[in-house]
């Protein structure tokens, strides 16, 4: 073998630091309102000032008038040319519900809009916004999930009767007999707040007419090209060649943009008629109620164990305030079929039944966030597995030790029909135990306690279902399997690579890793290595960026791509280099023999089969341009188990994070410093859940929370310092990879739940809405009046 | 997100300032730091004609701490308190409180006298003035006039001023000796408006209480003093178990006295149990800090 | 007149000398006018810190200004911290060797903040880097990784 300095150094598991990150540290970023375009307008949008309401008129003539005011367009005006967004069909559907574009009719929830204004400048648009007379008829506003179910209660859609968007009921194994039975059950409830997925830059587009060779070109702060480029072009009733969509920089994602809107619909349709580029990027009010929310559980659940604390089996009625529409392509099934259907986590769970239902209410569309259903599903199970634990006088941890499903026990199929397979969920509670300092943490917690300070300690696992391949369907019951990505390796004429996929990133470091997995495999110099992961017009076909599937099938694509491109390499260097195939290996971008005696550079192969190709044997000069679709078929389960030491304030509520252990199987690692920065920014998100984010309505529908000063998010001196270990097994995916965007969330939320609910038990007390605000924390206390 | 039209005049004199907003009327508005006007002027929830910006206006940058008093001139920011000596010396609840208004790069440019003026229920500094008997200095075309604080504020987000009128300057009395002051408060995160906050200041000698100053903030009206609580302090031994009982005392007054109401970041009963909560805390802090127990 | 004005002013150490709007806030003059896009905007009402500039040596949000006010002003952007040669200011460095930003969105406004925080603190603790940057939200990292390049810098004796 050669000695060590010719051999490649291995990039993945490596911190590389990522050269995509240079012009957004250096201020050279391009994100969506940093386009402009010759002769291009802007819109603003009029929205509705009410939950429900019939429109009985718009009047924007004054509107018109304005000075600077190109078109107001209406949803009047729209109806016959595009196609309003139906929901997806859903197995499990209530009823069907249609967005138009612009209301029509009838506005469902304070934010729809209603007219869109074009005007030379943004100032402008809004001030002829101020200018447009609405005359409503307000309709009784639909709030409340539950009180679909009465006779005569207001419909949000008339096709939906007691306003059930989706709805559906699951039963394995005989889950009566099993509680019958019990040794012990017990059973809560549980409220989850409505969230914002709060992308710090808001979405949008730029829609440009005729630029290059397009009719219709979209930037679009987005998750999906293809999948915008494809309902862009059906819904305008165009060919989707004639549409290009690039994706710029983007400020944060999270699930929020990966969901199709009518407001950019509505761009692409004025740049198409006023034949000029428009641009349209929401502020920060608008993202408040027009950009979907997420969550807003209410989750009845039951557990029965034996007396040794094994589950034995889970039931659960859930019901989601989905808002006012299904969320389009993704259905409103997406938090009721999640949060009922993954409730079991990671546990040994034999018989489980739900009845679930995403109820329409007067609100903004729930759409997808971060980790779906699952931080509710998981914090409510890991709660009621410590009252159950408390009630038993088990351990909190050895309690979860007897029911993880096992490596032994794998593959395990649960009673939700998912296999569970090469993830390691007890080692990584036990890891994080063991880095807790588990034992002393419960004597200080005594100590605290002893001294009037209120402490408390929580415990979650979990399991996160990642790099769904076409087996499994993202989004439960609709028709959505994206289980094929593709990359395009290719070797340019100066000898670098380029890898080309559908899969942009929103500060993920996607194209460092793709390049760091196709840097082992092609032994070429990362540096010699490029990506680009935007633009329709350059990328082979790929679903995008969502459901921590990114890093799992653009890896795979990209080893699949440069395996055969290595086979095409290495034959036209054996004949170039007249030297057996088998003797050749690539090492730091140099094709050479296994005793270095012979070598070509891939710069000079790549010139010399370019541009001299004459001499070359046509089967050998296929081009270096290949492109790979990779499916994984299952998903692989990531999991991870978070030890988290609470202080709970008696007097204030205030609960103040005071040790956060976390430890993760992630699978093989390919940037472990990227990966960090994942799971520490989703602990993050899942602290806000937990204590701080909120969206609130009235009864009358009104948003109460349209600013950054209501809806709060974490800053930095809300989040501890996270100690982070893993423990991490491969999956069965190509290179061992599985997602990490979404676990650490799920876990934030149950164990944080859980560390205060454990304090507050401590006093008699216990919490079971969230986020734990301050108030509710002392009436979980009994220090102030109410249920929390 | 965009303000509508106004007109901007930016005078470098006073006077010319208070002509253009005595021209002005009701359709005028003082632009200082420009940290609460902004927002409102971004969101549309104001839209004034006029816009008079007293940036400009040199004389009106006085900070001065003297034997009388301190001086802060309406171009003084919160971030120009923090760095003062004489401040964090001589006018402790002032300097404390200013430490918990939002956040560097905010206080950088929004102004003491801006923060009085608009009298946001939650904010720290008309809750300081009144607790130290402060005094504002009112400028219109007609001449100048001064209040003592509590006459200033006149319920949430308003105050005495007459239109056409603004504040030039506030002062602020030493405190005597023996005293100390203590400025608490509890918003979800830091730098965030307070749910709720109070300001305390007591004056010991020999274990006894010589002078109470109480105020609540959060409340919905603006700053709230609790003269009740005060009369009862007055004259009172706070040695370490009759203090103990006075605060309680007082905390439990304090909650049957203030009348909040309900907003999306506290309902109002949570709002009165943690005013009782923070005027205990104040209270204690300021009789340690002032030597007491 | 009174609804536009001339303004003159120095920007990352070049003058200009534009009409704009009144109602125009500083942060859209320098990314509409001046075309300096690195300062972003996350919510335009002072919260998110996204939009944080330097004016004449202090840190402010540029949403909360308008540009009429900075005729006669020092403003530093995010484009401005680069050497003339184009060297990354140290800070930015320490942000990138530290993986301080995912997507980069709010990344000039924590660049600004920091900076300015360790030339009045310049041997903080991490507390108090917490504390100077709490007005600046950041969606994606969960701060730590800001924090660590903050306190990286500050052993490099930033001034
Ligand atoms: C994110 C954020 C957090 C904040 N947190 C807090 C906080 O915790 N506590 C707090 O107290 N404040 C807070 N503020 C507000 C900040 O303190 C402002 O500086 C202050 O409220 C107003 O001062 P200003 O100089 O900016 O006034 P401006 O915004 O310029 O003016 C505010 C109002 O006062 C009027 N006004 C200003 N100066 C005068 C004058 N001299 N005479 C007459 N009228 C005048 C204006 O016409 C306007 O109506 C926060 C602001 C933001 C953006
Ligand atoms: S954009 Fe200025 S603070 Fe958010
Ligand atoms: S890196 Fe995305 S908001 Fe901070």
Redesign the pocket.
Known sequence: MSDARFVNQRMVGSSVIPDEAIPLVEGDGRFLNDIKLPGMYHVAFLRSQHAHARLIAVDASEARKLPGVIKVLTGQELLGKVDPFRSMPNRFSGGESIQHWLAVDKVRFCGEAICAVVAEDRATAEDAVDLIKVDYDPLPAVTDPRLGELDGAPLVHEACANNYLIKREYERGNVDEIFRDAHTVVKRKFKIGRKQALCLEGRGCVAGYRENTFTLTVWMSHQLPYVVRHYLAKHLRMAETDVRVIIPHTGGGFGQKASIYPEEFVCAHLALTLRRPVKWVEDRIENMVASTHARDQTIELELAADKDGHILAISSDIWVDVGAYSTYLWSAGMEPLQTAGLMPGPYRIGAMRYRTRGVATNKTPVGPYRAVGRPSASASLELLIDEMARKLKLDPVEVRLRNLISEEAMPYRSANNLVHDNVNYIPCLKLSVLKSDYDRQRAEQREALASGKLRGIGVACFAELTGLGTSTAVGPGTLLQPGRDAATLRLETSGVLTIAAALPSQGQRIMTAMRQVASDELGIKLEDITSITNDTATAPYGFGTFASRTAVFGSGAVIMAARELRKRLLAMAAFLLKVPVEDLTIVNSVIQTVDRSRSISLRDMAEKSYFSAKDIPQELNQGFEVTSFYDPKFGSFAAGAHVVVVDVDPKTGHVEIVRYVATEDVGTVINPAVVEGQIVGGIAQGIGEALLEELVYDDAGQPRTVTL?DYLIPSALEIPRIELHHANTPSAALGGFKGCGEGSIIGALGAVACAISDALSRKGGDIHSFPATPERVLKGLGVLPGDA | MKPAWFDYYAPHALDEALHLLGDAGHDG???????????MLNLRILSPAVIVD?NRIEALNRLHAGADGLTVG?LVR?ADLLRSPDVREGWPLLWEATT???HMA?RN???V???V??N?P????PSVLVTMGGTVIVAGTAGHRELPAEAFFTGALSNA?EPGE??VELRYPRQPTGTGTAFVEFARRL????IAGAAAMLTIRDGICERARLTVVGMGDGPLRLRAVEEMLTAHALGQKEAQDAFAEAAAMVVAAVDPTDDVHASAAYRRHLAGVMAAQALETALARAGGS | MAREQQIKLTVNGRSYEKTVPARLSLADFLRDHLHLTGTHLGCEH??CGACTISMNGRSARSC?ALAVQADGAEIVTIEGLRAEDGTRHPMQQLFLENFALQCGYCTPGFLITAIELLRDNPKPTEHEVREAISGNLCRCSGYQAIVDAILAASRLELA
Do not use: N, Y
């Open positions: 000063a | 508005r003082v632009l200082a730091g420009g940290q609460s006007l902004m927002p007293i309406a919160h918990q208004v939002a905010i440019r929004g102004t006298c801006g923060s003026s608009h946001d939650s904010a720290e500094h001023l603004m504040v730098g965030d408006f307070a | 002072g919260v909360l």
